[in-house]
Structures are given as structure tokens and as C-alpha cells.
């Protein structure tokens, strides 16, 4: 594993970021183990220092630790990525619809995380991309009013992180991704829902076929 140059302040913190960096820039794959020696080495830290980030890393959803194979960068299997997609189509195709009745607050809060989604792919990094990718699904889920809602699709969203990664990487023309979700957001705001929803629909569909996943 290439070197990381760190500071020593918040070090654990540093070095959970530095990894999910090279998670979500496709430098560590999914399935890929986190050996604690190589990245005692690699980072020059503690191996307790690396030991409570890769924690960090478990309880985020990022990486799993499976018996005798350490600590793993987390690849969804493809009858949890099918169970998570299809979470996805009723909440967000749900929320799309429940735009005629939504408060101006929700509709400000969408038009605020595309605009923060569209700033992160023009000047941001991995990291920054998929997490304003990840807000602006939630915050149409969030058009429903119900934050019990919101925290599912935030937790389900959350699962996918890496995977939302892999979609941004694997597109042709991030650009291209950003006019997608420019013109969801569009429909959404002119509260055209057919429209909307069929467009989002076949985004959804896109965005699993890039998915990786094991058997």
C-alpha cells in the first residue's frame, strides 16, 4: 500500500479519512483486507491507533470484519444490493410524489444539497462527491415530511456509500451524472412528478447495474 503523509493531530479520525479516500477513489476495492501491519507500516501509526479507525470504519458501514479473514473493505452481496435498491424505488419515487404537498422548507433543503452535489463534482474529491450524492437521494425522500422516513433512506444510503462511489467512477462523464440529477431536481421543484419519477426510475436502474457485488 503507497505511503499517506499525516499530521499528528486527531490522528485516528486522519486515518479512518485517509482510508475511506482510497475506498471511495477505487484504490481500496471492495473485498480488499485491511491489514493492520501493512497499515501500521504504511501510515506510521500505533497499531492501536489503527485498530480504533478501522473501528471507526465497522461502525460506518464501510468495512466488516469476518473470522479469520481480518477486517475487510464491505462489498454488498447481490441479494443485499436488490433489497436495498428496492427500498430506494419506494421511498424516493414516494417522495417525488409527495411533492405537491411538501413544505417550502424540504423543497429548499433539496435545492441546497443538488447545489452542494453539483459544487462537490466541479471542485470537490471522492470522498465529497459521494456523500453530497448520497444527501440529495435523502433529501428527496425528505419531501415526505416523516424524519423516520428520512433516517431510513439516510441509513440505507449510507450502505450504498462505496457503491455510490463506484457509480461516480464508473460513469463516462461525471458531468453527464450531474445533468441527470440537475433535471430530477428540476422536475421535482416544477412539481412534474410523472416526469420526475420516470427519470429518477431509470436512474435508479443505471446506477444498481454499476454496482459491484458478490455472489
Known amino acids: 500500500m503507497e505511503s499517506i503523509n499525516l499530521d499528528r493531530s486527531s490522528i485516528v479520525e486522519q486515518v479512518a479519512d485517509a482510508l475511506r479516500e482510497q475506498m471511495f477513489d477505487g484504490r481500496l476495492k471492495p473485498g480488499t483486507a485491511l491489514r493492520e501491519g501493512a497499515l501500521v507500516e504504511s501510515l506510521n501509526v500505533s497499531r492501536s491507533t489503527v485498530r480504533e479507525a478501522l473501528q471507526l470504519l465497522i461502525g460506518e458501514g464501510l468495512a466488516l470484519r469476518e473470522p479469520n479473514k481480518g477486517v475487510l473493505v464491505r462489498q454488498l452481496s447481490e441479494a443485499e444490493v436488490e433489497d436495498i435498491f428496492r427500498a430506494r424505488r419506494i421511498l424516493e419515487l414516494s417522495g417525488v410524489r409527495a411533492v405537491v404537498n411538501a413544505s417550502r422548507k424540504d423543497l429548499a433543503t433539496l435545492s441546497s444539497r443538488f447545489e452542494e452535489y ?68 428540476e422536475l421535482i421543484r416544477k412539481a412534474k412528478v410523472e416526469e420526475a419519477t420516470q427519470l429518477l426510475d431509470q436512474h435508479l436502474s443505471n446506477a444498481k447495474a454499476f454496482v459491484p457485488a458478490s455472489p
Do not use: C, Y
Not at 118 to 129: L, N, P, Y
Open 118 to 185: 453539483e459544487a462537490a463534482v466541479e471542485e470537490g474529491g471522492a470522498v465529497e462527491i459521494s456523500r453530497t450524492h448520497m444527501q440529495f437521494h435523502v433529501a428527496i425522500v425528505g419531501l415526505l415530511g416523516s424524519p423516520r422516513l428520512t433516517e431510513v433512506a439516510r441509513s440505507l444510503l449510507a450502505e450504498l456509500q462505496l457503491a455510490i462511489s463506484s457509480v461516480d467512477r464508473s460513469s463516462d462523464d461525471l458531468p453527464e451524472m450531474l445533468q441527470v440529477h440537475r433535471k430530477i431536481a
